[in-house]
């Protein structure tokens, strides 16, 4: 499952690979353009949720593109440059743009402002699949499978087994397992997080063995046995 699908139109290649490996190791799928006029092509065959784009480009750079695009769609659409002008910002704001960002920039970056302008137009974000060995967990419908099986956990096993998920190849410490699903308030002891790792591990049979127990320490879940 992606987050939303991006269109990256850059006529750098190096650069549009970089923004584009960015994107697509945050759950992204990308479309990629070399200039604006191959970008109006890529829109005729497909339906990105957002467009980011460099303003100095052959044949047809940002502005051009972003006027085209605005003739027929409020796409969101981030303007990238290494041009660090005022009047370049300007011009791109009111051409219609929902961002603008200046390179150099980091990955962070990147991201978070393609969040916002997703989240300002509306788009709803689909959250990553987690997944390790066979298993599959879907944190927005809460759903597990187990090589194609659905497997029935209660609230505090799918919520361990997430954390393990987002920390997998990671040794998690019984006391942070027992913070994140218990809460800081919960007067037990951390036995009840090695009883309801023993009942996840025989929910999920053979993948089970896929979460590792570190003597003294906590749980590490493994991509393989």
């Known amino acids: 499952m992606v987050k939303a699908v991006v269109l990256v139109v850059e006529d750098e290649q190096p650069m549009r690979e970089l923004i584009s490996s960015f ?10 353009a070399g ?52 009047w370049d910002k300007v011009k791109g704001l009111r051409l219609g743009a929902d961002d603008y960002i200046a390179k150099p920039f ?61 920390e997998k190849g990671r040794t998690v410490l019984r006391e942070r397992i027992m913070f994140a699903v218990w809460g800081p308030d919960y007067p037990g002891s951390d036995r009840t997080v090695d009883t309801h790792v023993k009942t996840l591990r025989m929910k999920l049979g053979s993948q089970g063995e896929l979460i590792k127990t570190v003597r003294g320490t906590g749980y590490r879940l493994e991509d393989s046995q």
């Open 35 to 86: 200039d604006g006029a191959a970008a109006l092509q890529v829109l005729t065959q497909h339906s990105p949720d957002l467009i980011i784009a460099d303003i100095m480009m052959p044949f047809m750079d940002g502005f051009e593109l972003i006027k085209e695009v605005r003739k027929s769609s409020e796409l969101p659409f981030i303007f990238l440059s290494a041009r660090g002008e005022e």
């Open 106 to 166: 980091h990955s962070g970056e990147l991201i978070a402002r393609v969040e916002t302008v997703l989240r300002r137009a509306g788009k709803q974000l689909k959250l990553n699949i987690l997944k390790a060995g066979k298993i599959e967990l879907d944190p927005e419908y809460r759903e597990i499978m187990n090589n194609g099986v659905p497997v029935t956990l209660t609230k505090k096993e799918f919520d361990l087994l997430s954390l393990l998920l987002q």
């Open 23 to 32: 994107l697509r190791d945050d759950g992204y799928q990308v479309l990629e």
